[in-house]
């Protein structure tokens, strides 16, 4: 079946600009994460939902951040006022619940945000 | 709060010689493990996973892990390894009642021929 999909693939953009990033998760997954990978580092977490539930947003890295999810399937990531150091991959990962495997993640390709 | 630590930024090997990238983790609860790989401008897909029961656990592409309670580590191996194994390994760990894992910083796998 598919799987996460994520667009756009490389943002080049100007400090101070907005940007949104858009993610389709494994149909019937519940969970969905975003993940921020600067060069050369691990996985920093940025945002967790899980079904209706209120999202966990304890990983964002300031105000200018923001996610929604509209029920179970697509997110958007938000980025206001772009900085220098936002320039970084930002990942998705979708994950099943209940009597799937738990905590397993499947993710998306990415996409590079390159603020200039 | 849990941590991970891959202690190994570069690990670099020749074709066919056998490997270890080491992962530890520091938690006060019982844990999920999980190594994730990922390939050159690839998204990251899991390699194998400890959940419970045997320690030993195999995954995809020949690589194995093993759980070390006592020595809180899940070490990742694999025999004899191909220059397709280049890529960047994660090691990640979810504490049991907690849906976010935290990641490692990553070890890049070089494979020499």
């Known amino acids: 079946g598919a799987g996460v999909s994520q667009s756009p693939s490389n943002k080049v953009t100007e400090k101070g600009k907005d940007v949104e990033l858009r993610c389709d998760p494994i149909s019937g997954h519940t969970a969905l994460y975003w993940y921020r990978q600067r060069l050369g580092q691990g996985l920093e977490f940025l945002i967790y939902?899980?079904?209706?539930?209120?999202?966990?947003k304890s990983g964002l890295p300031s105000d200018r951040f923001s996610a929604e999810r509209t029920g179970e399937s697509v997110s958007t990531l938000t980025i206001q006022r772009t900085q220098q150091e936002d320039s970084a991959v930002y990942l998705c990962a979708s994950s099943p619940s209940g009597g799937g495997v738990p905590y397993e993640q499947y993710f998306g390709p990415g996409t590079r945000l390159t603020v200039t | 709060a849990q941590s991970v630590t891959q202690l190994d930024s570069q690990v670099p090997v020749f074709e066919e010689a056998p490997v270890e990238l080491r992962c530890n983790y520091s938690?006060?609860?019982?844990?999920?493990l999980f190594w994730y790989v990922q390939y050159p401008n690839q998204g990251l897909q899991l390699l194998l996973k400890?959940?419970?029961?045997?320690?030993l656990v195999k995954g995809i592409n020949g690589f194995e892990a093993e759980f070390n309670k006592s020595q809180t580590s899940f070490h990742l191996r694999k025999p004899s390894v191909h220059i397709s194994d280049t890529a960047e390994y994660f090691c990640?760990?979810?504490?049991?009642?907690?849906?976010?894992?935290?990641f490692g910083r990553g070890t890049s796998l070089i494979v020499h021929p």
């Open positions: 400890y959940l419970s029961g045997s320690t």
């Open positions: 939902f899980q079904g209706n539930s209120a999202p966990d």
């Open positions: 990640a760990v979810s504490e049991r009642g907690s849906y976010i894992p935290t």
């Open positions: 938690s006060s609860v019982s844990v999920y």
